[in-house]
């Protein structure tokens, strides 16, 4: 039997590239929860920061466990382990779409962390859940509404929501956009990752220009210390659920969803390297991991990385996920992560979720393709309506003389209103709908319009408040639509025949 080494040269290259791959994540959403949602440091460094520690550490050990367990089943030296950690989808969706909207609503940043941790939570079950119904749907759900419904939140929580903080900075935020943009787009040939350079150089630019302040890298060292990551169970409270299933379940499912997606998109990589992993054990443990991790104050899922083609090539192994998961436990648990998210602009790390939504948006048409266009443009449209009305509410938080509900007397308001609600499956169902059109599968657009009626009768879609018959107009408007679609069925109507003489 082949000699199966537990160290390879290579694991250091890989352990770099894919901690850096991550760790840029965290840099960017510490800047946002202190900055923006208002988390204090000591949640952040001290309970916060040691949960996302250990859920990579757990993480890293397991990825390892997976690859040295195949390569010893195989009898295969070159196994390469998969590479994961905390995703960037759901990482900036939960801060931007799910903790943000409760802070700036509720103006209670422990809440905010706790709807965090019960999305954590919920989403982890959606998780496990789609590691057994995902396969059958992706073979029912049109990758049309499936991918422009993500490509749609992508562009509103990750391009909309923090275009405005990223320019509140203009010089450090336009070079680095740029310098992101034009690297990624230019395809060079580089040693040092993208993300690397461009926020090194935005964060030069702002040493340089007088943006940032010295002193915040001083008090910063104030959090240095060993935290242990601790339990938290403050956030098992029916305020924090019951705000959670009121206003993020359709973000929650949807996103979640869509990273199990990814996830089976990153272990068929593995499998056409020649690495066949277990894919519905990996995306349970996954799920299961990040679980865990919820119950000690880290609010991010872990996922599976695409990339294992990458580092296949450069011949690593499998015990690179084990110096990821050590770095990142080290950093976190100790305080050091303070003193380099003090010393980086937070402006020179948004860039990267700007690059991630259009990245999401250009994959969703690649894959649905040129037949399906006008359907992923409309699934793509529809979720952008949920940021464009909480700017309108926000803006009436500004103007004592508006209130959301006098706004919501006006007919564009309201229209906004009844559309941002459950936006994630409206643009889902919606998009759904014209595809099965464009196949003149009446059968199935029928189901599908009935799963809208379902949705906005409980108050999933379509309505602020989950009850029953939540919002009878929609419901009857999307029963008639299945009629339709039924009708049409029975006629055999398909494009070459014509229905109107």
């Known amino acids: ?46 309970r916060i ?26 009898n295969d030296p070159d196994t390469v382990a998969l590479p994961g950690g905390l995703v960037a989808g759901r990482f900036f969706i939960w801060l931007f779409a799910i903790m943000g909207p409760t802070y700036w609503v509720t103006k209670d940043a ?29 073979k029912v759900i ?19 929501s923090p275009i405005g903080e990223l320019f509140s900075k203009p010089v450090v935020g336009f070079v680095s956009l740029f310098l992101i943009l034009i690297l990624y787009a230019g395809n060079f040939k580089l040693k040092l990752p993208v993300a690397i350079i461009a926020i090194g150089t935005g964060t030069i630019v702002a040493w340089v220009t007088g943006v940032m302040d010295v002193n915040a890298v001083t008090d910063s060292f104030s959090n240095i210390g060993f935290n242990i990551p601790i339990p938290v169970f403050a956030f098992f409270n029916a305020n924090a659920l019951n705000y959670t299933l009121a206003n993020f379940m359709p ?148 103007m004592p003389e508006w209130t959301v509900e006098m706004l919501a007397q006006q007919g564009v308001a309201s229209g906004y209103l009844v559309v941002s609600q459950g936006a994630a499956f409206t643009g889902m169902i919606w998009a759904a709908v014209i595809c099965f059109t464009i196949d003149n599968n009446w059968k199935n657009a029928s189901f599908t319009a009935l799963i809208g009626a379902a949705l906005a009768f409980i108050g999933i879609i379509n309505s602020k408040d989950i009850r029953i018959f939540a919002n009878p107009t929609f419901t009857y408007l999307y029963l008639g639509l299945a009629a339709f679609f039924l009708v049409l069925h029975f006629l055999k109507v398909d494009n070459n025949k014509e229905i109107i003489e």
């Open 1 to 46: 039997m082949t000699n199966i080494p537990f160290f390879k040269k290579a694991d250091v290259d890989a352990t770099v590239g894919v901690f850096f791959d991550g760790f840029t994540k965290v840099i960017a959403g510490v800047g946002i929860m202190i900055g923006v949602l208002g988390i204090s440091n000591e949640t952040v460094f001290r």
């Open 251 to 398: 973000i929650i499912i949807v996103f979640s969803f869509g990273e199990v997606i990814s996830a089976i998109q990153g272990i068929e990589q593995a499998t056409l390297g020649g690495d066949a992993y277990n894919g519905k054990r990996i995306i349970i443990m996954t799920s299961v991991i990040s679980m865990i991790s919820g119950l000690f104050g880290n609010p991010f899922p872990m996922g599976v990385y695409w990339g294992h083609v990458g580092w296949k090539k450069i011949k690593a192994g499998t015990s690179y996920m084990i110096g990821v998961g050590a770095l990142y436990f080290i950093l976190c648990t100790t305080g050091l992560v303070a003193i380099a998210t003090s010393a980086i602009p937070v402006e020179s790390t948004l860039p990267m979720l700007i690059f991630i939504a259009l990245a999401s948006t250009a994959q969703a048409f690649e894959v649905a393709g040129t037949k399906y266009l006008i359907a992923t443009a409309l699934g793509m449209a529809v979720p952008i309506i949920e940021i464009v009305w909480g700017k309108v509410t926000a803006a009436a938080g500004l």
């Open 142 to 160: 049109p990758k049309g509404a499936l991918f422009g419904s993500l490509a749609g939140g992508a562009l509103a929580w990750l391009f909309l």
């Open 49 to 74: 920061m040691p949960g996302i520690g250990l859920a990579v550490l757990l993480y890293g050990l397991y990825l390892w466990w997976e690859g040295y367990n195949l390569a010893k089943a195989k």
């Open 110 to 138: 422990t809440l905010a962390w706790h709807v965090g941790l019960w999305a954590q939570l919920i989403g982890g079950i959606v998780f496990i859940a789609g590691a057994y119904i995902a396969p059958i749907l992706l």
